[in-house]
């Protein structure tokens, strides 16, 4: 999911230099043990808790759609064509466009294809490169399948794209332009007869950017380190980008997660170790906002990088609401919060830092869900307890409380209050020894069993290499190209529990190789750097690719196509290709209606070239998705998906 542009690489090489002890050794049995907890441990516990997540509405839903066993879809081939693919059967069209106005009334521009759309109006269509999405019911309560809201984030811009002339002739109204398209999208959306329309103009249309006001909750708020001459209280932030994966809650309402922001930022100065440790450098040849903006430029304000790297609550029923931040949740490089219910009835947010040898981590609430109470579960995400993941060498693991005043998280070791301490978040994770891990990616938890947990690890270059962690048990490979997908268990079933059992469900990488370093474990379709994860209401997994052309060795994924979309019943090892994207492009974003007869995916930065910068004279030189024409701009979309004979996808 990470496109920062030129610094992915730069800012992994300083990310985490910890010297937390690596395992002695490479996994040797988790072909036993993903027998073991797919099959016993979670077959036994199946349905324990899902549905204090859900409403009688959902239930009765839920209750209609069996629980799948299989695939009922023939896996396509790979693809290196500039198009969408699905399995016969299925319809998929471009639904909502970079571009494409939002539909806020009186206020509706048409995109120009030459990118001369101006800052005013990009604030009100939709933003570049979508990424993370979810789905919402109209009328809110509701189960309904064919009315509804999409949130949708908009990760990064790419300003040979954005700009006409491109990066020439640099000046604030660019830079603004720039801010007006990223952040978030909420859409109304509604099924007419067999098809998909977007509803203009609409009372919910609303595009959260860099320059929208935003709250802050929990121990961090009012802390010197988030102060600024602009909001002295600490209590008032500006904007959220670089916004990646997602998240939903019970309660209806929209997380969306800040991943690559310290790429933004630049300090000419030596960077301190808070700065440094979380990627901050002195130059940026992407952006370039600091150049423009001062608050982008770490000198002229150095708090302001510890506004960025939180989770932002967004209640998409309000389009007058004000998002919030929570700092309970850490701070650090954001991929997703996918949330379910303890069984008790505490929030859990699991969450993974997309960076290599970053960390896997678990937000516990204070307060429990009331389903009769939408106001008071508003302040569930803003109390509670903060841990990041141990992977032991045998399969089981303990989930680490990042609790000030704990062993090594004492003042004298930097975490003077909970607060200091959720700003250092990752120097918190070092100083408790947690398992540092190969681009921890989207996580998604089981609807049928609550403790059953999965998260993609996208890939590591650098896993093995001198200077840098071993391999292990939990990341098994040196030059890790293909990633693989963690699962665990949480103990008692429980998602509050302290302790879990893990296993990898599967290696990417190859079928057509006998070398254990780029075998994939998985039969049918081959895959690696899987990245969007998530389940359907029927207990599908669907797996996401995300092949960046310029980080990845090219050789490894020669004869693998463009990126995709997966399918497994996890247990079965069973792997069926569904989608095919276009050129240059990243499969991510994906939402069911309740029905699971309509999903939603994005397809992102179609035509990206190997340097991940578009020519402004030549930006179709790798893709005309989805508009075909030579003569304007490959656009990233959310695609609509349904069954030629209006049935459950993947049936």
């Known amino acids: 999911m990470s496109r920062p542009l030129f610094k992915q690489e730069h ?183 067999d098809s998909w329309t977007i509803v203009r103009p609409s009372n919910y249309a609303r595009r959260i950017t860099v320059n929208t006001p935003m709250g802050v909750t929990g121990p961090a708020r009012h802390h010197d380190l988030l102060k600024t001459a602009a909001d002295p209280q600490g209590e008032t932030i500006l904007g959220t980008m670089q916004n990646c994966a997602n998240g939903h809650t019970p309660w209806g309402t929209y997380l969306t997660c800040e991943e690559n922001w310290s790429d933004i930022f630049v300090k000419k100065a030596a960077p301190n170790a808070l700065e440094k440790r979380y990627g901050i450098s002195d130059s940026d040849d992407s952006y370039r906002w600091n150049e423009a903006d001062p608050r982008f430029s770490v000198d002229a304000t150095p708090n302001e990088p510890n506004r960025f790297g939180w989770v932002v609550e967004i209640d998409p029923y309000d389009p007058d609401s004000t998002p919030r931040k929570h700092t309970s949740l850490g701070r650090f490089k954001h991929e997703g919060a996918a949330i379910t219910l303890a069984s008790d009835g505490r929030v859990v947010a699991y969450m ?93 938890v089981d609807p049928h069993s609550a403790g059953s947990v999965y998260c993609t690890l996208t890939n590591n270059s650098d896993r093995g290499k001198e200077g840098k962690a071993a391999v292990d048990a939990a990341n098994p490979r040196a030059n890790n190209v293909y990633g693989h997908i963690m699962h665990w268990v949480e103990k008692g079933n429980n998602p509050a529990a302290d302790a879990f059992n893990w296993d990898i469900l599967v290696l990417g990488g190859r079928t057509d190789t006998d070398d254990e370093k780029a075998k994939g474990s998985m039969k049918g379709a081959e895959f690696g750097s899987a990245d969007g994860l998530s389940f359907d209401p029927r207990g599908v997994l669907w797996i996401q690719t995300d092949v960046s052309s310029g980080t ?27 989608l095919t994207g276009p050129r240059g492009c990243e499969i991510t974003g994906i939402a069911f209606t309740p029905d699971n007869r309509t999903l939603f995916i994005n397809i992102q930065h179609p035509g990206e070239p190997g340097d991940d910068i578009s020519d402004p004279a030549n930006p179709t030189a790798v893709s005309t998705w989805p508009d075909g024409d030579k003569n304007s701009r490959p656009r990233s979309s959310t695609v609509v998906i349904v069954k030629a004979d209006g049935g459950v996808i993947g049936s």
């Open 352 to 444: 993974g830092d997309d960076q290599k040898f970053e960390y896997i981590y678990k937000f516990v609430s204070e307060g429990k869900y009331d389903p009769a109470n939408r106001a008071a579960a508003m302040d569930l995400l803003a109390t509670g307890t903060l841990f990041v993941a141990k992977f032991n060498d045998d399969g089981s693991g303990q989930w680490l409380p990042l609790v000030q005043g704990q062993p090594g998280l004492e003042a004298s070791n930097g975490f003077a209050s909970q607060g200091e301490l959720l700003v250092k978040t990752r120097q918190a994770a070092d100083a408790v020894g947690a398992t540092k891990m190969d681009r921890p990616e989207w996580i998604a």
């Open 11 to 193: 800012s992994s090489e300083i990310s985490n230099q910890s010297d937390n002890p690596a395992f002695s050794s490479v996994v040797s049995a988790f072909l036993s043990r993903r027998r073991f907890l797919q099959m016993g441990v979670v077959a036994g516990t199946a349905a324990a808790f899902p549905a204090l997540l859900r409403s009688p509405a959902a239930l009765a839903v839920d209750n209609a759609i069996a629980r799948a066993t299989s695939l009922g879809f023939t896996s396509i081939a790979v693809s290196t064509e500039d198009t969408v693919r699905v399995p016969e059967g299925y319809i998929a069209r471009p639904f909502y466009r970079w571009g494409d106005a939002v539909g806020l009334a009186g206020n509706m521009p048409e995109f120009n294809k030459d990118g001369s759309n101006t800052t005013d109006e990009q604030a009100a269509q939709a933003g570049m490169h979508h990424d993370g999405m979810a789905w919402f019911s109209l009328p809110a309560g509701s189960e309904s399948a064919q009315h509804g809201l999409l949130a949708m984030n908009h990760e990064y811009i790419d300003n040979g794209l954005l700009f006409k002339d491109g990066a020439a002739n640099w000046n604030l109204d660019k830079v603004r332009k720039g801010q007006n398209a990223m952040g978030i999208s909420v859409i109304e959306v509604k099924k007419q007869g």
């Open 552 to 578: 990845i060795n090219k050789k490894a994924y020669e004869g693998m196509g463009n990126n995709q979309m997966l399918a497994t019943v996890p247990g079965s090892n069973e792997y069926r290709r569904f």
